[in-house]
């Protein structure tokens, strides 16, 4: 069973930064693609920024510029950097990690539970 734990959320002013950590644990044979993902009430999860295992990136357009995905793989942990945030940025953000497991043939995703960000203008 693998476990993500993210950290980080809070509210903070627009134009504010914040930083989400997102930790890995448990039964992990590698982590290839990660992600962050956000979803605001009343709309659907969306994907807001990508890293890969070759650290290949992508951001949604609404974000570029203002957010950083970066990863340590030694810490299997990755964080989202978050500056000149905006209430649209208002969700909560999910962690996401294609892994592999030992006993388990084929990678999955895994999720964690959550964090809630919230921008006040």
């Known amino acids: 069973q693998v476990q993500l734990v993210e950290s980080g959320g809070g509210l903070v002013q627009a134009g504010g930064s914040l930083r989400l950590s997102c930790v890995a644990s448990?039964?992990?044979?590698?982590?290839?693609?990660v992600a962050w993902y956000r979803q605001a009430p009343g709309k659907q999860r969306e994907l807001v920024a990508g890293?890969?295992?070759?650290?290949?990136?992508y951001y949604v357009d609404s974000v570029k510029g203002r957010f950083t995905i970066s990863r340590d793989s030694a810490k299997n942990t990755m964080y989202l950097q978050m500056n000149s945030l905006k209430p649209e940025d208002t969700a909560v953000y999910y962690c996401?990690?294609?892994?592999?497991?030992?006993?388990?043939?084929?990678?999955?995703?895994?999720w964690g539970q959550g964090t809630q960000v919230t921008v006040s203008s």
């Open positions: 996401n990690a294609v892994v592999s497991s030992p006993g388990r043939r084929l990678p999955y995703d895994a």
């Open positions: 448990g039964a992990i044979f590698s982590i290839d693609d």
């Open positions: 890293i890969s295992s070759v650290r290949s990136t």
